[in-house]
């Protein structure tokens, strides 16, 4: 205790002149009944010169020192009850202990309140997270309530004494979120993709391209691709490609369209002969396909033959070699087809004109040919 200087100075003055007292003696310093603590003691002044107590509001004390306290954490008194907790609040009795600690061991909150048998819980009290744990103080309270927002959970509940150390936890719920859209005024997605700052979805597509200055290639052999928009980079083939389905669609299902767009590469060969006739010439020298002939016969009154031939021309005789295919140009007419898939020669592409289907002299008028193929 520390004094004013004033006070200090009044006191020394009434602890000399103030007379001895017996040990029995008592005296009252703010309205508490004080003995002497010994023969002679000085209290009394003190008494004397503070008639309405020691410490009031106008004349405050100084209290100086240290305090030392020992905390022990929660012990677990062996008490424990349960709490089935749904949307509707129950409650359970409090096992015994000055202190409580919650434990909720099941996959949604639990809203909790301590009070008397009667008590509910609201999903605006003191929240235990699924799988944490909330430390009460009991008080003269005897039972808890607890209420969930959705769903249900299960409250382990430990009695005993001390402060709760060392926990907490918990664990994110699951849940929904209802989803609007990106431009709604209400309801719109919590988050949401964007390109060119639109959200993603027909009409803007999200694209994934090589780094610049690379190129995406698929390797020979087999290769399984999903669904691809190239419209700004280019793809290199290695190997043919092969483009279908892979395994059966579900009954829902209806088989997807292949859109190759026009590209000012890669597509087929194209050529021609503007007087074909009964000599062999070669389409082409190797293995190809055959997609599109057409072949015009000028001549108004004879008609004129076209023989193909899978074969090099050096191994054709007219008259002899049989065609692989015949198409007949009526006089005046054209000949020929055109076809997404063409049909396939494996050695070699040969052509010629004559006058009879499978002959050779030569037509009245040579043909105009052209052709497109790989």
């Keep these: 205790m520390k004094l004013k200087p004033a006070q200090a100075g009044a006191l020394a003055l009434a602890l000399m002149s103030a007379p001895a007292y017996a040990a029995n003696d008592v005296f009252t310093v703010n309205g508490a009944s004080i003995a002497a603590t010994a023969p002679g003691g000085y209290l009394p002044a003190v008494a004397a010169y503070f ?5 009031s509001s106008s004349n405050p004390g100084y209290v100086q020192g240290s305090l030392s306290a020992s ?3 929660f012990a677990p008194a062996g008490a424990y009850a349960t709490l089935s907790v749904s949307t509707t609040s129950g409650n359970v009795a409090l096992p015994a202990g000055s202190t409580i600690v919650v434990y909720n061991t099941g996959a949604n909150a639990a809203f909790v309140k301590l009070g008397a048998s009667g008590g509910a819980a609201t999903t605006g009290n003191d929240m235990v997270a699924p799988g944490g744990a909330l430390a009460l103080t009991v008080g ?9 927002a959705s769903g249900t959970t299960m409250l382990n509940i430990s009695g005993g004494a001390g402060l709760p150390t060392g926990w907490g936890g918990g664990s994110g719920g699951g849940g929904t979120v209802a989803q609007g859209t990106a431009a709604a ?5 919590p988050f949401y993709l964007a390109v060119g700052g639109a959200a993603v979805g027909p009409g803007n597509a999200l694209s994934v391209q090589p780094g610049a200055g690379a190129a995406w290639s698929l390797a020979a052999g087999t290769n399984t691709i999903g669904s691809i928009a190239n419209t700004s980079f280019a793809a290199t083939q290695s190997g043919t490609w092969s483009v279908g389905l892979t395994g059966a669609l579900p009954g829902f299902a209806s088989t997807p369209a292949v859109n190759v767009a026009p590209s000012a590469t890669g597509g087929w060969s194209k050529g021609g002969n503007s007087g074909l006739t009964n000599t062999v010439v070669a389409i082409k020298t190797s293995a190809g396909q055959l997609a599109r002939l057409d072949c015009g016969n000028p001549n108004a009154s004879s008609a004129a033959y076209v023989q193909l031939f899978d074969a090099a021309t050096t191994s054709v005789t007219l008259g002899t070699t049989t065609p692989n295919e015949v198409l007949m140009c009526a006089a005046g007419q054209h000949c020929g ?9 494996s050695t070699a592409i040969s052509i010629a004109a004559t006058a009879a289907a499978s002959g050779s002299t030569a037509p009245s008028t040579t043909l105009v040919c052209a052709w497109s193929y790989q």
Excluded: E, R
């Excluded at 008639?51 to 410490?55: H, I, S, T, Y």
């Excluded at 087809?337 to 020669?345: E, I, T």
């Design 185 to 189: 005024a209400s309801g719109a997605w």
């Design 140 to 148: 003269t309270n005897a039972y808890l309530a607890a209420i969930t």
């Design 337 to 345: 087809y055109a076809m997404a898939v063409g049909d396939q020669y």
């Design 71 to 73: 905390l022990s954490g």
């Design 51 to 55: 008639p309405n107590g020691l410490f």
